[in-house]
C-alpha cells in the first residue's frame, strides 16, 4: 500500500501538471503549427476529462497519504485546489472569460501539485521514522 500511495501522488502531479501545460503551452502551439487544432487536445472536452482523471486520482492519494501522517492542512490544501480547478472547468469561461479560465485551472493545478508534494513528502519521512505507534502492530 506504500508504494501504490507514493504512485497515487505523482500521477496527480503529473496529471495536474498536464493541466497546466495545456492551457499555457497549447495555445503556443497552434500559432506554431496549426495544424493541431484538429485534435482532440484543442477541445473543450479535454478540459473536462482531464479534471475527470485528477478528481479521483487526488483523492485517493491524499486519502492514503493523510490516513499515514494525519496532517490535514495537506488535505486541505488539495481540497482547494480541487474546487478551484473544478470550478475552472464548469463556470470559468463562461464567467471569467478564456483568460481567466486558464488563470483559475492554472492556480488549482499548481496548489493541487503542490499538495501532493507535500503529502509524498510526508509519506516518505513518516516511512522512515521509528514511530512508536507503528512499532507495537
Keep these: 500500500m506504500k508504494l501504490l500511495s507514493l504512485y497515487a501522488d505523482k500521477l496527480a502531479i503529473s496529471l495536474s501538471m498536464l493541466c497546466v501545460l495545456h492551457c499555457l503551452a497549447l495555445p503556443l502551439l ?10 482532440p487536445m484543442a477541445q473543450e472536452s479535454f478540459h473536462f476529462w482531464m479534471v475527470m482523471a485528477v478528481l479521483p486520482t487526488s483523492i485517493y492519494a491524499l486519502t492514503l497519504g493523510c490516513k499515514k501522517h494525519r496532517n490535514y492542512t495537506v488535505v486541505s490544501y488539495g481540497l482547494v485546489g480541487l474546487a478551484t480547478l473544478l470550478a475552472a472547468a464548469l463556470f470559468g469561461e463562461h464567467l471569467l472569460g478564456e483568460i481567466g479560465e486558464k488563470l483559475l485551472t492554472t492556480v488549482g493545478a499548481t496548489i493541487i ?5 507535500k503529502n509524498f513528502s510526508l509519506c516518505r519521512s513518516h516511512d522512515k521514522c521509528a514511530c512508536p505507534s507503528e512499532q507495537a502492530s
Design 30 to 39: 497552434l500559432v506554431i503549427v496549426p495544424s493541431l487544432a484538429v485534435l
Design 113 to 117: 501539485a503542490v499538495a501532493h508534494v
